[in-house]
């Protein structure tokens, strides 16, 4: 069965930086690309970045481009999402997934194992 767990989520100020980690544990994770998603109170899940399996090609939603980059460390079978320059509307919970390629997609469904999410609030 595979774990993931998130952690680095906090409250933070507009224009602060965190960095969130994701450990995988339970299957080849070097075989598999990642993806971080977030989810708003009355929103839907959203894509927000992801890294293929070997870490050559990532992909960001429009609205992070530039602010956000992600990374995998296959060694520690560990993902991360360092954010800066956050703004307020960056506020959700945080989920990292694996996906059940190699290849990155943004469709929450092509995921089938998801963290329990971190939570992100920057205030104004």
């Known amino acids: 069965q595979v774990q993931l767990v998130e952690s680095g989520g906090g409250l933070v100020q507009a224009g602060g930086s965190l960095r969130l980690s994701c450990a995988a544990s339970?299957?080849?994770?070097?075989?598999?690309?990642m993806g971080w998603f977030r989810q708003a109170p009355g929103s839907e899940r959203e894509f927000v970045a992801g890294?293929?399996?070997?870490?050559?090609?990532?992909s960001y939603v429009d609205s992070v481009k530039g602010r956000f980059t992600v990374s995998r460390d296959n060694a520690k079978n560990t993902v991360y999402l360092q954010m800066n320059s956050l703004k307020p509307e960056d506020t959700a919970s945080y989920y990292c997934?694996?996906?059940?390629?190699?290849?990155?997609?943004?469709?929450?469904?092509?995921?089938?194992?998801w963290g329990q999410g971190t939570q992100v609030t920057v205030s104004s």
């Open positions: 339970g299957r080849s994770f070097s075989s598999y690309a």
């Open positions: 890294i293929t399996w070997g870490g050559g090609t990532t």
């Open positions: 997934a694996q996906s059940r390629t190699s290849y990155v997609h943004t469709e929450p469904y092509a995921y089938p194992y």
